[in-house]
C-alpha cells in the first residue's frame, strides 16, 4: 500500500462525489462520456475572493493562463482577477478575447516575430526575455509605428527554497540576469517605449509561507535595486508565483495569510510607492477546481497485485502518473466516486489504457476493490492537466471538458 494525497476540502468527507450540487454521473451524462474533466468555476471564485482577503490591497492579481486556458475558465475567470499572463501567441490570443490588452501580459523565451507583433499591435505588456528580443520589439514598433509596451524578465540572482521547479538562481532561458539588466532599462528608456518594469518569476510549486515570503521580499528588493541602478521607477513589478497546492501524502495547503501578511509589510517597507506589484498564479487559483473522471474498463490480478484499468491516463492527466516534472512517484488523490466513504479493501493499482508501464494513475492505493465500470476521480486536475499532457500519444479520444458552477462577482 502507498499513501495518496489528501482529497481538497471541497470534495472530502463526501459519500458520493459532488461537483457544483450534482454528482459526478450527472456531470459525465451531460458531457456524454468519459474520460472527462469538470472544472468548477465557483471553486476558482472562492479562491480569489480568499486570497484578495489575505493579500495586501494594492497587490494586483494575475492569472497564468498555461494552467487551465480552457476557453470557458478564461471567460469565467477573466472578470475577477486584474491580469492575464501568457506564454504564447496562441495564449495571446484568447487572452485578448477576454481582457483589454492593457492588462496582458506575454512572457517566454522564443518568441518569435509575428507573436512580438501581434503583442505590439494590439497593446500587450511584451516581458522581454533577452537583449536580442528586445531589439526585434524595438524595430517592430517601429514598423509598425506604435510604441511598445515593454518589461523586462530578470533573471534573479536566487530562487524560490523548497519550489518544485527552480526558475532563478542560475544560468536560465529564462530572462535577462540580474547584473545587465539596468543598460537595458536605460536603453529602452531612451528609445522612448512604454517602459513597463519588471518581470521576476522564481519558482513554482511552493508549499512553504516562509519560503515565498523570503523570495517575495527578495524580489521587491531586487525590483528596487535595480531600478535605482538604471536611475528610473518601475511602473509595474510583476512578483511571479510559485503558491503551490498539496499534491501528495504529507503536503500542507500554503499559509495565504502569513504570505500576505508579510507581502504587506514588505511593501510599506521596501516597496516604491509609485509601483504597482502584481502576482501571477495559475496552480493556486485553479488547481483544486478540477477533477479527472476515469471508467474502470477492467479489473484484474497479476501476481498476487490488483489493477484497475480506466478508460482514461497520462495522455490526458500526464501529472497524475508522475512524469510530469517530479523526480518520485507519488500518489496524487483519487476515489470511487460512488463509495467516496466505504472501507477501503486491498491496495489496487489504477492504471490507463495506454501500453507503456509508465501509465499509473494510482499505484497500490488503498481503495474499495473498483468493478467494471465504477468512476475513478483523480483530484488536483484543475491546472496542468489535458494541456500539459502527451494528448496525441497512442492515438486515443481527447478527453471531453465541463466547465460548470458560478463565478460569482467578486
Ligand atoms: C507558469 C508560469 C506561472 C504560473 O505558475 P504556477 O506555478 O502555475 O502558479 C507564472 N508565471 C510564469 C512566468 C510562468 O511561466
Keep these: 500500500m502507498k499513501p495518496m494525497g489528501p482529497i481538497p476540502p471541497y470534495f472530502a468527507g463526501q459519500d458520493v462525489l459532488t461537483i457544483a450540487g450534482h454528482d459526478a454521473e450527472h456531470w459525465i451524462a451531460q458531457a456524454g462520456d468519459t474520460p472527462l474533466f469538470v472544472y468548477d468555476l465557483g471553486i476558482v471564485a472562492e479562491r480569489i475572493a480568499r486570497l484578495r482577503a489575505a493579500m495586501p490591497d494594492r497587490l494586483a492579481i494575475h492569472y497564468a493562463i498555461k494552467a487551465n486556458p480552457h476557453p470557458e475558465m478564461l471567460a469565467g475567470i477573466a472578470p475577477l482577477v486584474d491580469g492575464l499572463d501568457v506564454a504564447s501567441g496562441g495564449e495571446l490570443e484568447k487572452a485578448l478575447a477576454v481582457k483589454e490588452a492593457a492588462l496582458v501580459s506575454f512572457a517566454g523565451p522564443g518568441k518569435r516575430d509575428d507573436e512580438l507583433e501581434l503583442a505590439i499591435a494590439r497593446g500587450a505588456t511584451l516581458n522581454l526575455e533577452s537583449e536580442g528580443e528586445a531589439e526585434r520589439a524595438l524595430a517592430i514598433g517601429e514598423r509598425l509605428g506604435v510604441r511598445p509596451r515593454l518589461a523586462i524578465r530578470v533573471n534573479p540572482d536566487f530562487d524560490l527554497k523548497g519550489s518544485g521547479m527552480k526558475m532563478g538562481g542560475r544560468a536560465s532561458p529564462f530572462g535577462i540576469d540580474a547584473a545587465r ?213 497512442l492515438g486515443h479520444p481527447a478527453a471531453r471538458e465541463l466547465i460548470v458552477g458560478v463565478a460569482a462577482e467578486r
Design 181 to 393: 539588466v539596468p543598460a537595458l532599462v536605460r536603453r529602452l528608456l531612451a528609445t522612448g517605449v512604454d517602459w513597463r518594469g519588471f518581470h521576476i518569476y522564481a519558482g513554482s510549486q511552493a508549499l512553504s509561507a516562509a519560503a515565498i515570503i523570503e523570495t517575495q521580499a527578495a524580489t521587491v528588493a531586487l525590483a528596487a535595486r535595480l531600478a535605482d541602478a538604471a536611475g528610473a521607477r518601475a511602473p509595474h513589478v510583476n512578483l511571479g508565483g510559485g503558491f503551490g497546492i498539496p499534491y501528495f501524502a504529507g503536503d500542507a495547503p500554503v499559509d495565504i495569510a502569513a504570505v500576505g501578511a508579510a507581502l504587506a509589510e514588505t511593501l510599506d517597507r521596501d516597496g516604491d510607492t509609485d509601483t504597482d506589484y502584481a502576482i501571477e498564479l495559475g496552480r493556486w487559483l485553479v488547481g483544486e477546481c478540477g477533477v479527472y473522471l476515469t471508467r474502470v474498463i477492467d479489473v484484474k490480478q497479476s501476481q498476487g497485485e490488483t489493477f484497475a484499468v480506466v478508460d482514461g491516463g497520462l495522455h490526458h492527466q500526464l501529472a497524475a502518473s508522475g512524469n510530469f516534472g517530479t523526480v518520485v512517484r507519488r500518489n496524487y488523490p483519487l476515489a470511487l466516486v460512488d463509495r467516496m466513504n466505504e472501507a477501503p479493501g486491498d491496495p489496487v493499482s489504477v492504471v490507463g489504457s495506454l501500453c507503456t508501464p509508465l501509465d499509473r494513475l494510482g499505484d497500490k492505493v488503498v481503495l474499495p476493490l473498483p468493478r467494471v465500470g465504477d468512476v475513478v476521480a483523480i483530484f488536483l486536475a484543475g491546472a496542468y492537466g489535458l494541456t500539459a499532457s502527451p494528448g496525441l500519444f
